[in-house]
């Protein structure tokens, strides 16, 4: 008899947590949804105004759809060539801090050397220090030497490398501290000197870290208002063009390009996404 | 599973989607370098000599003519010169900013002409360190035509390197569907109904201007205290929420949309914004407005006979006059009101445009030293919070 | 060459080593030399003279200590913000996302991909006075009739937050990430209700995720302006601002330059006193 009872009662104690746990897997579950909701709202409403057709100056009440602002997106003077001019900085500001990073990273990780403890302070400092001290400290370097550096382009270019080395110095090093160097002995065991080694063996497995590093720095630079704005003199990077014109009304076209530069990046992520679900995940 | 390799995944994934693009980046970058910003002018520098046949202006926004023929094309017309114009002066500091390392060096900016406006310190600094160059008055006979009010400003006594632009003048507007009519500052900075819907300028010389002047302070002529009884009237707004924020420009939006009920506002702005809205009014504080002038200036390396050339043409009262009616701004040409008139009647009528004496009479200009004093400036930012 | 490399062994930290560290000592070192000379200069632009200025150090804290307050505040508050918002949420992506996760994560990082400026002239949009938003809250009663959202620090907290989400979220993911499933097994198998297995196996092993998240998050933060420039009023003024002000608007160099390095020392303060509370392992780990 007792038993029975004690069956019942557990039975139902038993219903009791599982319904628990069903409201709390689900509220979990509902909570993640709507945080990601609240992450894409901004994202949403500029890519909504994007397509509006303001009456006036300003683009904040929706008025009527409109294909215009994407066909005539350069019609701003001024935005083509600042969205030309933040992807060329990108580029190459990636290009030369992942290679700096990567032999950085190597040395680091790989070599005991005098040194190596305030090498990595050094590296870690650019990451702990505000972008607008960075941007004004550079600066003061550039106004105090302005017969060999002139800001434009060659500044922009100089400030993001500084603070991208640091972001890929990082990433590749942790992929080098779990790096199996047998690989490599046995490379070099079997007749390989150093060179051909690296270009052969670990190049190929340090690379999705480099990758990972480059389009991270990529993005970073892409985005950076704060350095840039200390340092570009005349020349505009989008979002310095963005924020002069702010100043007055940002017309739709600015939507578009940042609508363009979103979407893109969407769709190669998951392009990239997709191809790792059909070929399995090969890590 | 290798948990950094997934990081790296995830930093691919997260930060995936621009290699595409960093090809042709890297392809235009070899052939690219600075665009409109480098190195020296493209005109070449100095006076004399013959112009060129590109000119390079810098101006802020809304402030040219855009109705076909424009001045410029019209320019190309008449004298063959094509004008690049940038619309990049969004604040006297900021393209200050951009622009004095290379003038430090004595190096140009690729710009022909620049704008800078008489009521901040900047004209007075362009000048004084020598980063301008002097006009070729002989290139210039339409210099005749500057109206005799703007023939001696402080920052530029002889007119040797500067001319005015267009003006403008400080004052207030309001929205009708959201207040009654504001019209002096202490109803703006006093009406409990307008709390936290005002905004006033960032610029010093614009708010303390129209302050000084509701203290019955003289803005031309300011002294340490009616600087600190202004100072203390913006600071007890803004402690008690009446002021919102202090702008730029863009209190336009903000105005436009109804955040705001009334605020600041220059007379050609508001003059665009009103075509949009015609709920919304602006108008000279009783206790006086403020007057500015923006002042053309050609910088170190910009070619002297082809700004000279320029700015002859913008001299003659027929352009000028198409100018100020379309952007509903100033002029400083004598002459230009009766071929306004034949433009745009309204606009010739409207005094805001073309002042004439009883509106002139109400509007001062900020006085020059109280520009220029760091202190002044310090404590002038400090009200703002910075 | 390779045989180069083999004989100069010792030399190849430091040939790897040179070029970047060279770009940090003439890029980074340097400028920040030049700022410390120009933090003891006094004058008016443009001439300004080294005079060994200490007065600029103490007015900088004399006169902006508000601001500095306020910055530390509103970065925490952010910081915070964040941890308690990501949580939740990476825990989710970790452990129940199943194929979902990647789509998840891309989530987190989309916001990076719209210009910082954009995506913030978006909350003053979707906050506006006249806006649903703000319409709604008034309608509840959460907002006074005439209440606003914009121009508080409650706008600029949450810009803050917004903005640096997915530096909090992306390191907390990583640690969940690498927890062995079979701890949690264990945890079950040895009668561990799931908020204690939470507690004391899934919280710890991401500590270090949850420092790194705070310390990517609170730095930035504590020097941002952009926020507080666009979202708040002159009574939210960061020290951020004062430094942007300082050297664009008031030419004002050598106060800027003292300000820029009491914010870096203060920083760097915090940090310590951080790294000391969580053990340093787990700062440079």
Known sequence: MSTAAATVSTSRAGVGSRAWAFVKRHALTVYAVLVVAYLMVPIAVVILFSFNAPAGRFNYVWQGFTFDNWRNWDAVPGISSALWTSLEV????????????????????????????????LVFLPMATPEIVLGASLLTLFLNSTSVFQLGFVTIFIAHVMFIVSFVVVTVKARLIGFDRHLEEAAMDLGANEVTTFRKITLPLIAPAMLAAALLGFALSIDDFVITYFNAGSTQ??????????????????????????????????????????????? | MNPRMTRDELLRRGAAGVTLLSLPGLLAACG???????????????????????????????????????????????????????????????????????????????RDIFVATDNSRFPGLYVDQKWVEKLDKSMIPNISNLIPAQQHPPFDPNRDYALPWLSGMDGIAWNEDLTDPVTTVDKLFND????????????????????????????????????????????????????????????????????????????GDVAQLIADNPKLHWGIPETGGIIWTDNMFIPLGGSVPTAST??????????????????????????????????????????????????????????????????YITKWQKVQGQ | MGAFLHRHRSLTPYLLLGPG?????????????????????????????????????????????????RSFVYAGLATVACLLLAYPLVYWIAFRAGRWRNLFLLAIVAPFFVTYLVRTLAWLN????????????????????????L??????????????????????????????????????????????????????????????????????????????????????????????????????????ASLSFLLMGAILVTLLVYARIVGTEKLTG
């Open chain 2, 192 to 267: 409990p109904k307008l709390k936290g819907k005002v905004t006033v300028w960032g610029e010093m010389g614009d708010t303390l201007g129209l302050v000084m002047l509701s203290n019955g302070d003289d803005p031309s002529n300011v002294t340490d205290e009616s600087f600190d009884r202004a100072i203390k009237k913006v600071e007890k707004a803004r402690d008690s929420g009446q002021i919102r924020r202090f702008t730029g420009n863009d209190y336009a939006q903000p105005l436009a949309r109804g955040d705001l009920a009334a605020c600041f506002a220059w007379s």
């Open chain 1, 237 to 283: 990077t989008f979002p310095i063009f963005v924020w002069g014109i702010a100043r007055v009304s940002v017309p739709p076209q600015v939507n578009v390009v940042a609508s363009a530069i979103f979407l893109v990046a969407i769709a190669i992520a998951l392009g990239n996404v997709l191809w790792q679900y059909r070929h399995g995940d090969a890590q």
């Open chain 1, 90 to 121: 990108a580029a190459l500001a990636t290009l030369v801090a992942t290679v700096l990073g990567t032999l950085m990273a190597m040395a680091i990780v790989r070599h005991a050397f005098v040194g190596r403890s305030s090498t990595n302070i």
């Open chain 3, 21 to 69: 560290l060279l770009w940090l000592g003439i890029f980074f070192l340097i400028p920040l030399g030049f700022l410390g000379y120009e933090s003891l200069q006094s004058g008016v632009f443009p001439s300004f003279q080294f005079t060994w200025e200490f007065s600029n150090f103490s007015n900088g804290i004399r006169d902006y200590h508000e601001q500095f307050v």
């Open chain 2, 32 to 110: 690219g370098g600075d665009d409109n910003g480098g190195g020296e002018s493209a005109s070449g520098g100095g006076g004399g000599g013959e112009p060129n046949d590109v000119l390079n202006f810098s101006n802020w926004e809304l402030y040219i003519d855009t109705k076909k023929p424009t001045t410029f094309q019209q320019f190309k017309n008449k004298t063959g010169i094509k004008v690049n114009y940038f619309e990049d002066v969004n604040s006297n500091d900021g393209y200050f900013a951009k622009v004095q390392g290379r003038l430090r060096q004595g190096q140009g900016i690729g």
């Open chain 3, 151 to 256: 121009a508080t620090t409650f706008a600029v907290v949450s810009g803050i937050t917004y903005n640096f989400f997915p530096f909090m979220a992306l390191p907390i993911y990583v640690s969940l990430e690498q927890i062995d499933p079979r701890l949690l097994e264990a945890a079950k198998d040895l009668y561990a209700s799931p908020t204690k297995a939470f507690l004391r196996v899934t919280l710890p092993l991401s500590a270090p995720g949850i420092v790194a998240g705070t310390l990517l998050t609170f730095i930035p933060a504590a020097g941002d302006f952009i926020n507080a420039a666009l979202l708040g009023t002159p009574k939210q003024t960061m020290i951020g601002n004062v430094i942007q002000a300082k050297f664009l608007e008031s030419l004002d160099y050598p106060m800027a």
């Open chain 3, 126 to 149: 979707i906050l506006a006075d006249q806006g649903p938003v703000v319409g709604l809250l008034r309608d509840l009663h959460i907002l006074a009739p005439d209440g606003r959202l």
């Open chain 2, 310 to 375: 320029y700015m002859n043409f913008v001299y003659d009262p027929k352009i000028a006059a198409k100018i100020a009616v379309e952007t509903g701004y100033i002029s400083s040409v004598k002459g230009v009101k009766p071929f306004a008139l034949k433009l745009d009647p309204k606009s010739g009528n409207n005094p805001l445009v073309f002042p004439d004496s009883a509106t002139l009479a109400k509007v001062h200009q900020n006085d020059p030293k109280m520009l220029s004093n760091q202190d």
